[in-house]
Nanobody
């Protein structure tokens, strides 16, 4: 199983970026796919998650109305569209997935709910 995250970069406050997470070696049929981030000196933080099977989504309060998680069936990809970026969004962003159907959205924000993790992609937002 491999998750590849890409799309990070250096942008200015107010700009947009789209991150993508490509999954291979696993069936996404029942999966929940999530995005987390980790800033220097801080713990890994939940950003957003989506159930592949019904497109249900869940967001951290800090990114609601600014970030949108979506899926691309044909490419086994989950995207994270990030708009109105702020300097505090600066972090390494990770995608994660778990193939077991989990309908309890309250657990989607927990890193231990995910079996597979991709490498991070750096997002830097300058003020």
């Amino acid at each position: 199983v491999q998750l590849q995250a890409f799309g990070g970069g250096l942008v200015q406050a107010g700009d947009s970026l789209r991150l993508s997470c490509v999954a291979s070696g696993m069936s996404l049929g029942s999966a929940v796919v999530g995005w987390f981030r980790q800033a220097p000196g801080k713990e890994r933080e939940f950003v957003a998650a989506m159930a592949w099977y019904n497109s249900r989504t869940y967001y951290a309060d800090s990114v609601k109305e600014r970030f949108t998680i979506s899926r691309d069936w044909s490419k086994s990809t989950v995207n994270l569209q990030m708009n109105s970026l702020k300097p505090e969004d600066t972090a390494v962003y990770y995608c994660a997935a778990d193939p077991v159907r989990n309908v309890d959205t309250r657990t989607w924000s927990r890193p231990d709910s995910y079996t597979y993790w991709g490498q991070g992609t750096q997002v830097t937002v300058s003020s």
